[in-house]
């Protein structure tokens, strides 16, 4: 595993991998163990999007490695200018040791793991986002004491959450259930991969989708860069793609609910339901920061 691109690329095994190695950093952390592995090891950070767990995760995380965290905003690089993406994976390949990007098409994250040579890792794209899910099944894994037989319902729209839940899910061994409207559905590549598990489910029904489930998933009808959407969106969702009560009644009555977060209360989810599952929604949040270490070790420690 030379990047973290999108959970496409990796296989079950790296995934679990990576997911024992975020367990023992964690515990590693909560003991007071410290674990100075990317000593003189410098991680740039570009951000073209906002961002707060992601930020502020890898950045702790990589001080906590005993690494240097460099934030790169988008506005001030030369690259918000124009500068090809191809040149600066080459430039930085020359200054640092990997590289994490939150920005908008999928192409420029592959793009700088192509010219450059150094690890990239995606820290979010309109496609995916592949640090959140590892930590979303390290945070399953921990409740749920592992993934077999379990069923994994996610609600809303198909965005780069539901892109990485349902690859993240199926890869680990998880039956997935997806309720989105038509014409939101999760990316063609995804379904395409999805195709080839029988326990893979696609419907526009939420309480179909969530019948039985064991964890339940929603996210933001309109992501970062669809903005100009929102009132759209909000007319196509509303009402209908939500986690509330009705849905948690149809779950198994131990289901356990995740949300990326940012959450908009009483749009993919009520105040009470977050508020009754707040423990494992801000464990999930925790996690991001001993998920990412995992993979920051992973790829850059010697
Ligand atoms: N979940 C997540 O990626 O949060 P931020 O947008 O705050 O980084
Ligand atoms: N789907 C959301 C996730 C935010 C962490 C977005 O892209 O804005």
């Known amino acids: 595993m030379k990047h973290l691109l999108k959970l496409l690329d990796l296989t079950k095994e790296e995934i679990i991998e990576l997911l024992d190695l975020a367990d023992k950093l964690k515990y590693e952390s909560k003991n007071g163990i410290e674990h100075p592995i990317l000593k003189g090891k410098t991680l740039g950070m570009i951000f073209q999007k906002s961002s707060t767990r992601t930020r502020v995760s890898f950045e702790t995380g990589m001080y906590q490695l005993g690494g240097y965290p460099?934030?790169?905003?988008?506005?001030d690089l030369q690259i918000g200018r124009g500068e090809p993406v191809q040149d600066t994976a080459r430039v930085l390949s020359r200054y640092i040791d990997g590289i994490m990007i939150r920005t908008f098409e999928?192409?420029?994250?592959?793009?700088?793991?192509?010219?450059?040579?150094?690890?990239?890792?995606?820290?979010?794209?309109?496609?995916?986002?592949?640090?959140?899910?590892?930590?979303?099944?390290?945070?399953i894994r921990e409740y749920k004491t592992g993934f077999d037989g379990l069923k994994m319902c996610y609600i809303g729209d198909g965005n780069n959450m539901a892109n990485s839940l349902i690859v993240g899910g199926l890869?680990?061994?998880?039956?997935?259930?997806?309720?989105?409207?038509?014409?939101?559905e999760p990316a063609k590549e995804v379904l395409d991969f999805a195709k080839q598990y029988d326990c893979f489910e696609l419907t526009t029904d939420p309480k179909q989708a969530a019948k039985d489930a064991d964890i339940l998933f929603t996210d933001?009808?309109?992501?970062?860069?669809?903005?100009?959407e929102s009132v759209k969106r909000r007319t196509v969702f509303q009402g209908v793609y939500q986690i509330n009560d009705e849905?948690?009644?149809?779950?198994?009555?131990?289901?356990?609910?995740q949300h990326c977060l940012p959450a908009h209360r009483g749009e993919e989810i009520t105040e009470a339901v977050l508020e009754a599952h707040a423990n494992e929604i801000f464990d999930e949040a925790e996690n991001r920061l001993h998920a990412q270490k995992a993979v920051l070790v992973k790829l850059m420690a010697d």
């Open 106 to 139: 999928q192409k420029e994250v592959e793009d700088l793991a192509e010219y450059g040579s150094i690890p990239i890792i995606n820290g979010l794209t309109d496609f995916c986002h592949p640090c959140q899910v590892l930590a979303d099944l390290q945070t």
């Open 171 to 184: 890869k680990v061994g998880m039956k997935v259930s997806v309720a989105c409207p038509e014409e939101y």
């Open 70 to 75: 460099l934030f790169l905003s988008s506005n």
């Open 220 to 228: 933001v009808w309109a992501s970062m860069g669809q903005e100009e």
């Open 247 to 257: 849905i948690m009644a149809v779950a198994k009555p131990d289901a356990m609910v």
